[in-house]
C-alpha cells in the first residue's frame, strides 16, 4: 500500500484515490475498443512476434548480445564517425558541378590539359573541404543534443534495489519506476502505480499536443506490485506487436504464473510523454531506442534543398550544356586547322613550327578526328570557368551568416523565455522568402494553450470589459485610443495579483458587488452552476489555504476559477458531492454548502454539452446544464424568454470576439420527475446491450429539457500574443494559412474566429462524418460498409463544396475537414479533388487530424501546388508535417523539444513568423537571389573572355590568363563582394518590409529568380567578356606599349585584360548592391587591391613557380601608362550597358522593391498610413480575405451596405 | 531624439553622400537605448499568483505588463504610433515614465522572486548584428544618372583626345618585303624559293621617312598568321634548362625538339627556340650606317632571372630539320637577345617583336636602304612579314584605337547624359508614388 513511510499525508491521498477512481469511471477513457479481442488471436504471428522476458537480466542480457533488440541509445545525427567521410563525400558529388570539377581534376594531369593540375585541383579541394568542416559542425551540434538525451538517469531494478542508470543502458524487460514529472526513458508496459487501482495520469504534449491528462491503468493483476521491494520475485512474459508507429493501438499480452492477461493502449506508457499527478509508476519496458513509437514516428531527417538551389541546378545544367557546344565548336575548328597542317601526305607542312610531322596525337593532323575529341576534353577543362565552383560553397557561408543574423535578431528574442530565434539548417534561408502556404499547429501554437474566462452575460447583461487579442487587434488597426484606455483600466487592477485563467474585470459583479444588481438572483444561480457543472478536483494548499484545480480541459479550469474568484469558491470534491464556499446573498457571509451530485451526463461531441444533477441542503434537486448554444437554445423552456435575445446577440458578439461559448441554464427538478429519470438511467447504464449509449443518451436527453437560460460564458483560448496581427500581416503578403490541429472541431472553429482566419459572412464549407446516418452506421459495426458510406459522403460533401465556390466567385470560403473525413479525402483518388477544393478557399481548417494526417496534408499542399510550404509548431504531433513541408518551424520555450529538434527553424512565439518571413526570408530570397545571378555574370564574363582567345589560337586550348591567377579568380578577387552582398544587402529596410508585406509577393512568386533574370545576367557577362576582351585587344594590339618600345605579350596581355575583368566585376558590384555598408567597400576594394597585391607577390617569387607572371607588374605593366588608360576604358565601358539599362528599368519598368526604394528613398513620416494600406491592398494580388484587416472591411462593407454611418 | 532630425532612413541619403552618415533610422536610436536597460526591479505586483500553482502545465507566463526603458516609452509616444514596426510595438504604451522597469512579471514562481533574470540568450545588441549598419542606398534618381553619365563623359573627351595626339605623334614606317624580296621567276613557288639553301636570300629595300623621326626609332619586325600563340608551341620550352646550366638535361615538355639524333639534350630545347626568327637587317642612309642597337631589346628580369648567363647553347639546330636562326655557342643565352625577345611568346597571330634600336633621328624625305636576308619561311603557312620602324611616346606605339575608343565612350556618355534629362524633363516621374505600387504588372498571381 501507500506504506508506512508517508505516514499524514496518507489520508489524504487516499482520499484524492478515491475522488480520482470515481472520475474515471464515467470517464470514456475506460472503455476498451471491441476490436481487441481478435487481435488478440494474432500474437505471435507476423508482425506480432516480440517477446519481453521482465525482469530477467540473464534474458535481457541474452537478448542485448544476440542484438535482438535495439539499444535504448538515440541517435538523430547525419552521419557517424565512420559513416562522415564516404556519406559526405556521396552528398558532396550528388551535385553534377561537383562530379565535374572532379573529372577535370583527374585529367588536369594528363596531357590534354591546358593548365597545370595543381591549379584545378587546389579549388575543388578547398571548397570541399570548406563543405565538410560546414557538415560536420552542424552534425556535432545535433549529436551534443542527443548525448544530453542520452544520458538523463532514470531508475531501473537490479539486484533487488532500484539504482540510478543512464537512459541508454536500459534494455528491454527491464523494470523502471518513473516518479513524478519524469519523462518515461522508453516505451513501457505499466505494471502499477502509487494508486491503489494502478492508475496513473500521462501528459502527453510531446506527442500529440494535447495538454490535458490522460489516464493510464494497468492490469488489475500487477496492480499490487507497490513498492520496490515486491518486485523481488516479479517476473512475467508480454508477448506483442512488434515496433510500429501506431501510437493509438497497442496489441500485446502478459504472462504471469502461467496466465495470460491482454494488454491494450491503456496500459502503454509511451516515451517522451510525461508522469503527472502521480508520485511514481512501475512499468516494464518493452520497446527501446528507436523501436518506440515515438521515434517510430520520426521519419529520419530528410535533407531539404531549397527551391533556388534546384533552379540553379538547372542553370549549372544550361552552363554545362553551353559549355558543351562551344568546347564542340572550338573542337571541330582546332580538328580542321590540325588536318591542314599537313599537306600533301606529309610532305608539306603548312605551320612548320608547329612541326605536325613529329607529334603526339593530342596534336596530330593525321589522326584530326582523334585530336579533335581529344581537344573536346581541353576545352571542357579549359571553359571550367563558366561554372562557378566556388558558388556552392559560397552559398554555404553566406547562408550560415544569414543564419547567425536570424539568430541574433533582437526582435525575435523573447524575453519570457529567454529564447533567441534559432535558424537550424541554414540551407532554407532564402526558401522563408517564397512561402506559398504555412500549415500551422494550434495549441501552443497560436494559442498559449491556457483559457481565461472574460466576459459573460448573465439574464441578458454583458459583463467584463477584458478585451481580447481580437477585439485589440481590430481596435489597433482602427486607432481607436478608446480601447487602449480601457486597457490600462483591466490590465492595472489597483493591488490585484494576476490570477491564471482569469481575465475577467468589471466592478459591478467583481468583489460581492453582484448582490446589488436588478438580477442578482440570476447571477447567484449563474455562478453556482459554475462552481458545481463540472468535473474538476481541487487542490487546497495546506499553508495559504488557496484553492487550485486539476482539470481535464483549460475551460473547465477557466470555470471553477472564474467561480473562486466571484465567491463562489469550490473547495473539495467527494464521493457523494462537492463542497462550496458561497458569498450568501442575505447575509453577505461566506457560508459553506454542500451540494450533493446525484448524477454527471458527461459531455461528448454529439451532445455538446453536460449537466450534472445536485440536491442541495434544502433538498432541492437541480439540473445544471451547460453547452453549445446551438444545442442549448433549443432545449431553453418556451415560456421563458425575457432575455433570450439579448444573450444571443451577446453569444454572436463574443464569437465575433473570437470567444468560446457555453450557454449555462438550470432547472429544478421535482423528486417524482428525478426518480423516473434515475430509474431509466440506472436501468440504461447497468445494461449490456449493444444500444447502451443509445438508452443512456435518450434518459438524459428527456431531462435535459425546459431549461431555464441563465446567460453565457465567453472565454477566450488565449492567443499567443500578435497572433492575429502577425496572421493579417502574413495574408496581406498573399500567403495562405491553414490551421492542422488535433483539437475539436469547435475549438478549432473558435480559434479561426480568434485569428481572424475566419469571419462572419464567410461561407463555411465543413466537411465532417459526425453525419446521423454515419454515426448509425458505425454501430452497426460493418467496417466494410462504414468506409464505402464515408468515402461517398466525404466526396459528396467535396463536389457540394467545389460546386459552391464556382458558383460565387465573390464571397470567400472557409473549409474545415474534420480527421475521420481527412483520411477519406487523403486518398489517392480524392486527394486531388481535395486540394481544388481546398485552394479555393481562403481559409483551411482540418480538425482532429493525427500527426500523420497533418504530415500527409503538407505533402499533399506540397506536391500538389509545388509551392513552398511552411509547417509550424510547438509538440511532438507536429514533428511529422514539421518535416514533410519545405520549412519546418518549431515553436521553441516551451516544453518538449521534437518539434525544434525536427525543425529547420526555431522561434518562441508564432509571431515571430512575421519577422522571419518579410523581413528575412524577404531579404535571403533577394539576396540569394541576386548572389546566384552575380555569380554566374561573373563567371561567364570570365569564361567568355577565355573563349574568345581561344578563336585567336585556331583553338588551339591555350588560356589567356596564368594557371593560378584563373584558379584564385573566384577565391579570391571576386567572391568576397559577391559574399558580401549575400549577406548584407538589403533591396528594401526591414521597416519597409514590413510596412509593404505585399513586397513578400516578390518571393513566391519568384520574381527575383526568374529564368529572364538569370538568363539576363549570364547575357550581361557574355557582353561584358565581349566588350573587356576586344577593347582590350585592340588597343594593344601589336605597337609598342611603352615609350622604350617593347610590345605586348601573352602574359601582358593576358594580366592587362585580367585586370580590366576585376575591375569590371568588382564596380559592377558596386553598381548593382543596394545596401553599400562599409563592408561592402571594404569587400569591393579588397577583390581589386588583392589582384594587384597578387600580381606583385605572385611576380616576385621565383619564375620556376609564377611562369609568366613573373614580374609581369612590376617591371611591364605597371611603368606603362597604357595599361592604366586601358583600365579605365574597358572597365567603365563594360559598365555602361548594365547601368543604362538599370536606369531605364528603375524608371520606367521598376519591379516592386524599386518602387519601395523610390517610397523609401523620398518617405516622410507623414505619411498617411491608413490611405496607404487601403491603396496598398486595393493593388495586392487577391484582395486578402483573411485577416484582421479582412474583417474590419468586412465590416465595413457590412456596415455601410446597412446605410449606417462607420 | 523624438524629433528625429535626421528624417527617415533613406530620406537624407543620396548616392553623393557617399556611405557614412546615413544612419538615420529612428528605430536604431531607439533600440541602441533599451538595451541599456538596469532599470530596478518593479516595486509593484511583482508577487506570482499562488494559484498560478495549479496549472502546471501552462508554462506560457502570463504578463502583467512587459515594458522596456522609459525613454523608449517617451520617445515612441512622440511618433506615430503607426510607423513602428509590429514586432516593436508590442508593449502596451500607458506606463508613464518612472513607472517602467525591464522586468517582465510572470506568474512563474520563481523568476518573479529573483527579479531581473538573467538573459543569457539574449543576443547582443550590435549595428552589426541587427543588420543596421550605416549604409548608403543608392537609388538611380535623374539628378544622379545624368550627373554619373556628364562626368564620364567629361573625363573621357579630353583622355581620348590626348591618347589620339599620342598616336598620331607616333610616326611610322612600315614594309612588307616577303612577297618583294622573293625573285621574280620564283613567284609561283615561293616555297621552293625559301627552302632552296643555294638560292641567295639577300634582299634590298629601300624605304622613304615621311616624317621627322626622333630617336630611339624602333626596329620591329612584323609576322602575321604566325601563331606563336599555339598551345603545342607555347608548351614546348623548358624554362629549368633555360635558368640553371645543371639542368641541361631537362628537357621535359619540350616534344618535339628534345634530343638530337644521337640522344644529347638540346639547349635550349622546344619549339619556340628552333623556330628563332633568322631574317636580319641592316640600315643605311645615303652611304651612313645607321648602326642598329640590339642591346636591352628584351626584358631585364627575362635576362636575369630566366636566361642564365653560364648557359650556353648546345646541340642547336643540328637536326636534319633547320627551324630557324642559328645560336652562337659561345655566347651565353642571357645575351642572346633575339632569342629572349622570341620566347616571349605573343599573344595573337598578328605580332612584333623588337629587333633592335636606331639611335639617330631621321629627316623627312631620308631614303633608307635597307639590306635584309629574307631567310624566315612564312610561306609555307602564308604569314606576311614586314619590317617596322617606329617612334614611342608615353603610351607606346602607334594605335589610335584607343583614342578613338575614349573620344567614342565619352561622347556616348554625354549623349546618354542629354538623353536621360531630356527624358526627365519629358516624361517626369512622380517619385514615390503610390500608384506605382501596383502589382497589376505581374498578373501570374497565382
Known amino acids: 500500500m501507500g506504506g508506512d513511510a508517508q505516514g499524514g499525508r496518507g489520508s489524504r491521498r487516499r482520499k484524492r484515490k478515491m475522488i480520482m477512481s470515481k472520475l474515471y469511471t464515467y470517464a470514456a477513457c475506460a472503455r476498451r475498443p471491441s476490436a481487441v479481442d481478435d487481435e488478440g488471436s494474432r500474437i505471435g504471428g507476423p508482425g506480432f512476434s516480440r517477446v519481453v522476458h521482465t525482469n530477467d537480466p540473464a534474458a535481457a542480457a541474452a537478448a542485448a548480445a544476440a542484438g535482438y533488440y535495439r539499444s535504448n541509445k538515440i541517435s538523430t545525427t547525419k552521419y557517424s564517425a565512420v559513416t562522415f567521410l564516404p556519406k559526405s563525400l556521396f552528398e558532396q558529388f550528388r551535385r553534377v558541378a561537383n562530379i565535374y570539377f572532379l573529372i577535370t581534376a583527374l585529367l588536369s594531369y594528363s596531357p590534354i590539359a591546358p593548365f597545370r593540375g595543381s591549379t584545378a585541383v587546389a579549388p575543388l579541394v578547398l571548397v570541399l573541404v ?124 502478459i504472462e504471469i504464473e502461467d496466465q495470460q492477461y491482454p494488454l491494450s493502449p491503456t496500459q502503454l506508457l509511451l516515451r517522451d510523454s510525461k508522469l503527472r499527478n502521480t508520485e511514481y509508476v512501475y512499468g516494464a519496458v518493452v520497446f527501446t531506442g ?3 513509437k515515438v521515434m517510430q514516428n520520426a521519419t529520419s531527417v530528410p535533407s531539404k534543398r531549397s527551391k533556388i538551389e534546384k533552379k540553379m541546378d538547372g542553370a549549372i545544367y544550361l552552363l554545362l550544356s553551353s559549355l558543351v557546344l562551344i568546347s564542340v565548336i572550338g573542337s571541330v575548328f582546332f580538328g580542321i ?103 500551422t499547429d494550434k495549441t501552443g501554437t497560436l494559442t498559449c494553450n491556457s483559457m481565461e474566462f472574460i466576459k459573460c452575460s448573465i439574464a441578458g447583461t454583458a459583463y467584463g470589459r477584458g478585451i481580447t487579442e481580437v477585439e485589440r487587434a481590430m481596435a489597433k488597426k482602427k486607432g481607436s485610443p478608446l480601447i487602449a484606455d480601457m486597457e490600462i483600466a483591466v490590465d492595472q487592477p489597483a493591488g490585484r495579483s494576476v490570477v491564471k485563467g482569469f481575465n475577467f474585470a468589471d466592478e459591478r459583479v467583481m468583489d460581492g458587488e453582484w448582490v446589488n444588481q436588478e438580477s442578482s438572483g440570476v447571477i447567484e444561480m449563474f455562478f453556482r452552476l459554475l462552481a458545481v457543472c463540472h468535473t474538476c478536483i481541487p487542490e487546497v494548499d495546506e499553508v495559504s489555504g488557496k484553492v487550485s484545480y486539476e482539470a481535464e480541459s483549460p475551460d473547465e479550469a477557466a470555470f471553477v476559477v472564474a467561480a473562486r474568484e466571484l465567491g463562489f469558491t469550490f473547495y473539495q470534491r467527494t464521493q457523494a458531492g462537492v463542497s462550496l464556499h458561497e458569498l450568501d446573498p442575505l447575509s453577505g457571509q461566506q457560508v459553506d454548502r454542500f451540494y450533493k451530485v446525484l448524477h454527471v451526463l458527461e459531455f461528448n461531441s454529439t451532445r455538446k454539452r453536460m449537466s450534472v444533477i445536485v440536491k442541495d441542503e434544502e433538498g432541492k434537486t437541480f439540473l445544471f446544464s451547460k453547452g453549445a448554444d446551438s444545442i442549448m437554445f433549443e432545449r431553453l423552456s418556451s415560456s421563458e424568454s425575457s432575455y433570450r435575445e439579448s444573450t444571443q446577440k451577446h453569444i454572436n458578439e463574443y464569437a465575433d470576439a473570437g470567444l468560446r461559448t457555453l450557454v449555462l441554464a438550470y432547472r429544478q427538478l421535482d423528486d417524482a420527475e428525478y426518480a423516473k429519470f434515475d430509474k431509466k438511467f440506472t436501468a440504461a447504464k447497468n445494461s449490456v446491450s449493444a444500444d447502451r449509449d443509445e438508452l443512456i443518451e435518450e434518459a438524459a436527453d428527456s431531462l435535459e429539457r425546459g431549461l431555464i437560460l441563465l446567460g453565457a460564458t465567453a472565454v477566450e483560448d488565449k492567443l499567443q500574443k500578435g497572433v492575429p496581427e502577425c496572421i493579417d500581416k502574413l495574408a496581406q503578403a498573399g500567403i495562405k494559412i491553414w490551421v492542422l490541429t488535433g483539437d475539436k472541431m469547435e475549438t478549432a472553429i473558435n480559434i479561426g474566429y480568434a485569428c481572424s482566419l475566419l469571419r462572419q459572412g464567410m461561407k463555411q464549407i465543413t466537411i465532417t462524418l459526425d453525419t446521423p446516418d454515419i454515426i448509425a452506421l458505425e454501430k452497426g459495426g460493418d467496417r466494410a460498409a462504414i468506409t464505402k458510406a464515408s468515402k461517398d459522403s466525404v466526396v459528396q460533401q467535396i463536389n457540394e463544396g467545389k460546386q459552391l465556390i464556382n458558383e460565387s466567385a465573390s464571397e470567400s470560403f472557409a473549409l474545415i475537414v474534420d480527421g475521420k473525413s481527412l483520411t477519406h479525402a487523403l486518398k489517392d483518388d480524392t486527394k486531388g479533388m481535395f486540394l481544388d477544393l481546398a485552394i479555393g478557399c481562403n481559409s483551411v481548417i482540418c480538425c482532429r487530424s493525427s500527426p500523420k494526417q497533418k504530415a500527409l496534408v503538407t505533402r499533399l499542399v506540397k506536391a500538389g501546388t509545388h509551392k513552398v510550404t511552411l509547417a509550424i509548431g510547438d509538440g511532438a504531433n507536429d514533428v511529422g508535417m514539421i518535416q514533410e513541408a519545405d520549412i519546418g518551424v518549431g515553436i521553441s520555450g516551451a516544453e518538449g523539444m521534437q518539434a525544434v529538434m525536427a525543425s529547420d527553424v526555431s522561434i518562441a512565439q508564432f509571431r515571430f513568423l512575421e519577422r522571419l518571413l518579410l523581413v528575412h526570408g524577404h531579404w535571403c530570397y533577394s539576396r540569394i537571389s541576386s548572389m546566384v545571378c ?40 571576386t567572391s568576397l563582394p559577391v559574399i558580401a552582398m549575400g549577406v548584407f544587402d538589403q533591396d528594401v529596410s526591414a521597416r519597409f518590409c514590413l510596412k509593404y508585406p505585399m513586397l513578400y509577393q516578390e518571393g513566391p512568386q519568384n520574381l527575383l529568380f526568374r529564368w529572364s533574370r538569370l538568363l539576363g545576367w549570364m547575357l550581361h557577362g557574355v557582353g561584358s567578356a565581349v566588350i573587356i576582351f576586344f577593347l582590350t585587344i585592340a588597343s594593344l594590339k601589336y605597337q609598342a606599349f611603352r615609350s622604350n618600345g617593347q610590345v605586348i605579350d601573352l602574359s601582358t596581355l593576358g594580366a592587362t585584360a585580367y585586370t580590366c575583368i576585376v575591375w569590371a566585376v568588382n564596380m559592377q558590384m558596386a553598381i548593382t548592391v543596394n545596401y553599400f555598408t562599409l563592408i561592402q567597400h571594404i569587400c569591393i576594394w579588397a577583390g581589386i587591391f588583392l589582384w594587384y597585391v597578387f600580381l606583385l607577390a605572385y611576380g616576385a617569387i621565383t619564375p620556376s613557380f609564377s611562369t609568366t607572371f613573373f614580374m609581369v607588374f612590376s617591371e611591364a605593366l605597371g611603368g606603362a601608362p597604357s595599361y592604366w588608360v586601358v583600365t579605365l576604358l574597358v572597365s567603365v565601358a563594360a559598365l555602361i550597358p548594365y547601368f543604362t539599362l538599370s536606369v531605364v528599368k528603375t524608371w520606367f519598368f521598376p519591379t516592386y522593391h524599386n518602387k519601395i526604394q523610390w517610397l523609401q528613398h523620398v518617405a516622410k513620416d507623414d505619411d498617411p498610413e491608413a490611405e496607404l494600406g487601403m491603396i496598398l491592398r486595393q493593388f495586392s494580388v487577391r484582395s486578402t480575405s483573411v485577416g484582421i484587416s479582412a474583417r474590419r472591411d468586412a465590416k465595413l462593407v457590412r456596415v455601410s451596405s446597412k446605410g449606417l454611418p462607420c | 531624439m523624438a524629433s528625429d532630425p535626421a528624417g527617415d532612413e533613406g530620406g537624407g541619403c543620396r548616392l553623393r553622400s557617399i556611405c557614412g552618415g546615413c544612419d538615420s533610422d529612428p528605430d536604431v536610436v531607439l533600440r541602441r537605448l533599451d538595451t541599456n536597460t538596469s532599470a530596478p526591479t518593479a516595486p509593484q505586483s511583482a508577487l506570482p499568483s499562488p494559484s498560478s500553482s495549479s496549472f502546471p502545465n501552462q508554462q506560457e507566463p502570463r504578463l502583467l505588463f512587459l515594458s522596456p526603458n522609459p525613454s523608449k516609452q517617451q520617445a515612441r509616444k512622440s511618433r506615430k504610433p503607426r510607423d513602428q514596426p509590429p514586432a516593436l510595438a508590442e508593449s502596451p504604451p500607458f506606463l508613464g515614465p518612472g513607472m517602467a522597469s525591464n522586468v517582465a512579471v510572470t506568474g512563474n514562481a520563481g523568476s518573479g522572486a529573483d527579479g531581473d533574470a538573467p538573459r543569457r540568450n539574449r543576443p547582443k545588441y550590435s549595428k552589426f548584428t541587427q543588420q543596421e549598419l550605416p549604409a548608403c542606398k543608392p537609388i538611380l534618381t535623374p539628378k544622379w544618372v545624368v550627373s554619373v553619365f556628364f562626368l564620364v563623359g567629361v573625363i573621357f573627351v579630353p583622355v581620348g583626345v590626348v591618347s589620339l595626339l599620342a598616336a598620331r605623334d607616333v610616326v611610322e614606317i612600315i614594309d612588307r618585303y616577303d612577297h618583294a624580296c622573293v625573285p621574280p621567276n620564283m613567284t609561283d613557288n615561293k616555297l621552293g624559293y625559301i627552302r632552296n639553301q643555294t638560292i641567295s636570300k639577300d634582299c634590298t629595300r629601300t624605304l622613304r621617312v615621311k616624317k621627322d623621326m626622333k630617336q630611339p626609332i624602333f626596329v620591329y619586325y612584323q609576322l602575321d598568321n604566325f601563331y606563336q600563340n599555339h598551345r603545342r608551341y607555347v608548351k614546348s620550352r623548358n624554362d629549368a634548362q633555360l635558368r640553371d646550366y645543371k639542368k641541361a638535361n631537362q628537357t621535359t615538355s619540350c616534344e618535339p625538339e628534345r634530343f638530337t639524333a644521337d640522344g644529347k639534350p638540346i639547349v635550349p630545347c622546344g619549339l619556340i627556340a628552333w623556330s628563332l626568327f633568322n631574317d636580319t637587317y641592316s640600315f643605311t642612309r645615303s652611304n651612313e650606317n645607321l648602326t642598329v642597337d640590339k642591346k636591352d631589346i628584351s626584358w631585364k628580369s627575362d635576362r636575369e632571372h630566366k636566361f642564365a648567363k653560364n648557359v650556353y647553347p648546345s646541340n642547336f639546330q643540328n637536326g636534319a630539320l633547320i627551324g630557324g636562326k642559328m645560336l652562337n655557342a659561345s655566347i651565353p643565352l642571357s645575351e642572346q637577345e633575339d632569342l629572349i625577345v622570341w620566347m616571349r611568346t605573343a599573344a595573337l597571330p598578328t605580332f612584333r617583336k623588337l629587333y633592335g634600336r636606331i639611335s639617330v633621328d631621321l629627316k623627312v624625305n631620308d631614303t633608307i636602304i635597307v639590306k635584309l636576308s629574307n631567310n624566315y619561311n612564312t610561306y609555307s603557312f602564308g604569314g606576311k612579314k614586314k619590317l617596322v620602324l617606329s617612334t614611342a611616346t608615353w603610351l607606346g606605339g602607334k594605335n589610335e584605337f584607343l583614342g578613338f575608343a575614349y573620344l567614342i565612350v565619352g561622347g556616348l556618355c554625354i549623349f546618354l547624359a542629354f538623353a536621360f534629362t531630356l527624358l526627365y524633363v519629358i516624361k517626369p516621374r512622380k517619385l514615390g508614388d503610390h500608384n506605382y505600387l501596383s502589382w497589376n504588372r505581374h498578373p501570374s498571381g497565382r
Not at chain 1, 222 to 237: I, K, N, R
Not at chain 1, 433 to 438: A, L, P
Not at chain 1, 934 to 963: H, M, P, R, W
Open chain 1, 130 to 253: 570548406a563543405t565538410m568542416v560546414k557538415e560536420a559542425i552542424e552534425d556535432w551540434r545535433r549529436k551534443q543534443q542527443d548525448i544530453e538525451v542520452n544520458n538523463r538517469k532514470a531508475k531501473v531494478f537490479q539486484d533487488g534495489a532500484f539504482t540510478q542508470t543512464k537512459w541508454t543502458k536500459l534494455r528491454v524487460g527491464d523494470v523502471v519506476k518513473v516518479e513524478k514529472d519524469e519523462f518515461f526513458p522508453a516505451d513501457l508496459v505499466l505494471l502499477s502505480s502509487s494508486y491503489d487501482d494502478a492508475i496513473c495520469y500521462v501528459e502527453t504534449m510531446n506527442l500529440d499536443g494535447e495538454t490535458n491528462l490522460k489516464l493510464k491503468q494497468a492490469l488489475g493483476v500487477t496492480s499490487h506490485l507497490q513498492d520496490d521491494e515486491s518486485f523481488a520475485g516479479f517476473g512475467a512474459v508480454i508477448k506483442c506487436e512488434d515496433p510500429n508507429a501506431q501510437l493509438y493501438s497497442f496489441v500485446g499480452n
Open chain 1, 337 to 439: 586547322a590540325t588536318k591542314d597542317d599537313l599537306r600533301d601526305d606529309g610532305r608539306v607542312m603548312k605551320r612548320w613550327y608547329l612541326r605536325p610531322d613529329d607529334t603526339t596525337v593530342v596534336f596530330d593532323p593525321k589522326r584530326a578526328a582523334t585530336s579533335a575529341v581529344l581537344h573536346l576534353f581541353t576545352a571542357m577543362i579549359l571553359y571550367g570557368y563558366f561554372i562557378p565552383i566556388s558558388l556552392y560553397i559560397s552559398i554555404e557561408l553566406v547562408k550560415l551568416l544569414q543564419a547567425m543574423f536570424i539568430n541574433s535578431d533582437i526582435h525575435m528574442y523573447h524575453e519570457e523565455s529567454d529564447t533567441p530565434a534559432r535558424a537550424r539548417t541554414s540551407n532554407l534561408n532564402e526558401e522563408l522568402g517564397q512561402v506559398h502556404t504555412i500549415l
Open chain 1, 934 to 973: 552575380f555569380f554566374f555574370y561573373k563567371n561567364i564574363a570570365f569564361g567568355v573572355t577565355l573563349f574568345l582567345y581561344e578563336c585567336y589560337t585556331s583553338f588551339s586550348g591555350q588560356t589567356f590568363y596564368n594557371d593560378w591567377s584563373m584558379s584564385l579568380y573566384n577565391v579570391l578577387f
Open chain 1, 290 to 292: 528507436h523501436d518506440t
